[in-house]
């Protein structure tokens, strides 16, 4: 492996890179926003996961949480911001860099 490719991979994203958080981000910038209980069942995560991995998400500025009511149930939405957005398309592109140039047959 290449040297450059060895400094692409150490300057991954570590906040998008964390399997739970890709998919996370990943979900969300398919969609306007999202449910917590329609997030839990794509991802497969766990209540406590899902919740612990939105909040990193958060904080890092990727990710804005709307807590609300549907009636007296209590719903909790992720959407993705502009930043996250940004964050996980240069995380696909440093990924793409990294894959091995496959020749045309």
Do not use: C, W
Request: charged residues 25%; glycine residues 6%.
């Amino acid at each position: 492996m290449k040297e450059a490719s060895l400094k692409s991979i150490l300057g991954l994203d570590r906040m998008v890179h964390e399997p739970a958080r890709l998919a996370i981000l990943t979900v969300l910038s398919a969609a306007e926003d999202v449910e917590f209980l329609f997030l839990l069942k794509v991802t497969g995560l766990s209540k406590g996961n899902l919740s612990v991995q939105a909040q990193k998400l958060e904080a890092a500025g990727y990710v804005q949480t709307t807590k609300g009511f549907r009636g007296r149930i209590p719903v909790t939405s992720f959407k993705i911001t502009p930043e996250g957005k940004k964050a996980l398309i240069a995380y696909h592109a440093q990924m793409r860099a990294l894959l091995p140039k496959t020749a045309k047959k």
